[in-house]
């Protein structure tokens, strides 16, 4: 069979709501689809991946790739922001080859699957993990055909994977954003968990079921991508990196003993971290943490079920900082029950902690949340989801007078944490090569972008 898996197009405008330029940085590759890929080509399939925002396909270029290359079945990876570009496509994929399966998975078709089968016409829909259901239906797609709404496969031993299918794409294309990378730009994305078993109200990942690759496998995997690549940096994108202490600690080991020296950062919780690991982490060469900070109000905490407090975040984000890691915070505006005179305290808390680097976003209700099952009772949603990127008021709460306010507050978080002499000051002291000055250079572009000084 052979199967084309494709991520539909978009600009860094729709992206960030902003103009932050295209040339910033943030092509990512589809990890996920590399994964599904790997999975396909281990069962004997031939696959090809289209990655349009990277390459900069549009829909045209799309019917133009699928006519050279001939699949029988069409793979739509969807967020909630991309579900109209989703319902265009497919509905050109069917208008121009009608025989040609398509099928839909991502996060959005997981929660809202019987919408996106009626809004795209498309021949079936995945919930959950696709990997191992997809390469089923490769193998004999009528029975998924009679059904349309098919359930994944969650997989409970992660080492089972093959090592995702990163040849099917160029991947001296991608490149991190100004604050995410170290060494090179061309960081390399792992994952070593799957699931978050916490329950923050925004957060689509929530409840979720927590599974662990083994440290051998993760090593593998590195040292697969030294040789092949000759990698020098890794993102880990896991939503909680040190959620067992004790794997940590033997990962950190592992790096050491097999002598893999690379630049590497992870995302994690402040209060599932102590100053063991942190020291261990930045001895193994991690350099940076992205830690979900997200309120300087105990309230605001407390109404998203985050289950942390001001003061442990306060110790954590300075022990980090201690171990000589760089701590990166998001923060969100908007929140359930906050007031300007709150955001503005979240500003302040922000400053008052000094990461590295802060992200500023808004709250969004995504489907399947609990925060979407509970919007009517904290404020006003609209459902225009090409707005649903973190960076636009979808989601007006009641202390907030219009939207316009809620977006005045996200500039002026950018502005206020941004623009002040001590964080130019520490931001200069670090540059030591040209490599720096153009990653500071891009950063402010950036910067200037989400604080709308582009617009």
């Known amino acids: 069979m052979k199967v084309m898996l494709i991520f539909p197009p978009y600009a860094m405008r729709e992206r960030y709501n902003n103009e932050v330029g295209e040339d910033i940085g943030g092509h990512l590759p589809p990890l996920g689809l590399c994964y599904i890929a790997a999975v396909l080509e281990e069962a004997g399939h031939e696959v090809k991946i289209l990655d349009c ?142 699931g978050c078993p916490y329950t923050c109200t925004f957060c689509a990942s929530a409840n979720g079921k927590y599974r662990q690759r083994s440290v051998e496998n993760v090593i593998e995997e590195i040292k697969h991508l030294k040789e092949k690549y000759n990698v020098q940096e890794i993102a880990f994108w896991d939503d909680i990196f040190t959620m067992n202490k004790k794997w940590v600690l033997d990962f950190c080991e592992a790096l050491e003993k097999n002598n893999l020296k690379i630049a590497w950062s992870c995302e994690s919780r402040l209060d599932l971290i102590n100053e063991e690991i942190v020291t261990a982490m930045a001895k193994a060469g991690c350099w940076n943490m992205f830690f979900g900070i997200e309120s300087g109000n105990q309230e605001m ?24 890691i760089e701590v990166r915070g998001s923060f969100i505006l908007g929140l359930p029950g906050e007031t300007p005179e709150m955001g503005r305290k979240t500003i302040d808390f922000a400053i008052e902690l000094d990461p590295d680097y802060a992200q500023f976003s808004i709250a969004t209700p995504f489907p399947g949340t609990e925060l979407w099952n509970t919007a009517d009772k904290w404020g006003a949603l609209t459902k225009n989801f090409k707005d649903y990127h973190i960076f636009a008021p979808v989601f007006l709460v009641k202390g907030y007078p219009n939207i316009e306010e809620l977006q005045k507050m996200q500039h002026l978080a950018f502005r206020k944490f941004y623009i002040r002499p001590r964080y130019i000051l520490k931001r200069a002291s670090k540059m030591r090569n040209l490599r720096d000055i153009k990653r500071n250079f891009k950063g402010l572009k950036m910067v200037l972008g989400m604080s709308g000084m582009n617009n």
């Open 301 to 324: 905490l407390d109404n998203i079920k985050k289950k942390t407090t001001l003061e442990m975040i306060r110790k954590g984000v300075a022990m980090v900082k201690k171990a000589g």
């Open 53 to 194: 925002p990277t390459y900069k396909q549009t829909q045209e270029d799309v019917l133009k790739e699928m006519e050279a290359f001939k699949p029988n079945i069409v793979g739509l990876a969807t967020v909630t922001i991309l579900i109209d570009r989703a319902i265009e496509i497919t509905k050109a994929i069917k208008q121009s080859f009608p025989e040609t399966i398509v099928v839909i998975g991502g996060p959005h078709p997981t929660q809202m699957p019987e919408e996106t089968l009626r809004d795209t016409g498309c021949d079936m829909v995945i919930k959950g993990e696709a990997e191992y259901i997809f390469r089923d239906i490769a193998k004999d797609p009528k029975p998924f055909l009679e059904k349309k709404i098919v359930e994944g496969i969650t997989v409970r031993d992660l080492n089972e994977f093959p090592i995702p299918a990163r040849h099917l794409l160029d991947m001296k294309k991608y490149n991190s954003l100004p604050n995410n990378y170290r060494v090179s730009e061309n960081v390399f994305q792992m994952m070593t968990t799957r």
